[in-house]
């Protein structure tokens, strides 16, 4: 019951419509904007299946994530967005996995077994991999009360090392980009293959 009303809240803000009756909803409390939740909604009637994903409070306020960070910017300056030492980490997570580039999304990983691989490494160059995979941390903070966090992102086939850059508004800039590894068998972030 509770997942067909969430369906038939977020229905009227979508490019597509979702059946209340077989849509599976996740949902997901959003610790730097209180009192707000992620929505996954997916139908699995087709393949690849349908997803669409939305922020919403009990207010039935809803935000349409498009791929843009446009929707992010425009809720951070609506939707009260608290960014501490507790909330930033999952902010610049959240960020970058529903934001995509024209070329693609910088996708973190923390480990070798956040990448999704294409066909799995040889077990020297996995470990060779992992050595150079750094968690995503935070490094330092500026006097502006920005903070810079290191993290290890796979764009397209490659491994870089970067910065984001967060402001307390909760503008993300990635600066000091650093190539590890080129053509790594990563599925397509896109299509999954």
């Known amino acids: 019951a509770q997942a067909a009303r969430m369906t038939e809240k977020i229905n009227p ?10 849509t599976n909803v996740m949902v997901h409390p959003l610790s730097f904007y209180e009192g707000y939740s992620l929505i996954e909604l997916s139908r699995h009637d087709q393949n690849p299946p349908i997803v669409r ?11 349409v994530l498009n791929w843009s960070n446009d929707v992010i910017y425009r809720m951070n300056k609506t939707v009260p967005i608290v960014l501490n030492d507790d909330t930033m980490a999952d902010y610049v ?18 480990t070798v077994d ?25 490094a330092r903070r500026e ?12 764009f397209r086939d490659s ?6 850059l967060v402001r307390p508004d909760g503008f993300i ?10 053509d790594i ?3 397509d972030d896109i299509l999954g293959q």
């Open 143 to 154: 006097k502006d009360g920005s903070a810079v966090f290191k993290c290890t992102i796979v």
């Open 173 to 182: 800039t990635m600066m000091n980009e650093e190539l590890l590894v080129e």
């Open 13 to 22: 803000f979508l490019d597509t419509t979702f059946d209340p009756q077989s």
């Open 185 to 187: 068998p990563v599925a």
């Open 53 to 63: 994903n939305a922020i919403c409070n009990d207010a039935d306020q809803v935000h």
């Open 114 to 138: 956040d990448i999704d691989w294409r066909e799995d490494p040889a077990p020297a160059g996995r470990k060779a991999l992992g050595k150079m995979i750094e968690p995503l941390h935070l």
């Open 159 to 164: 491994l870089f090392q970067a910065e984001a």
């Open 93 to 110: 997570r959240f960020f970058f996995t529903y934001v995509r580039g024209s070329h693609g999304r910088f996708l973190i990983v923390d």
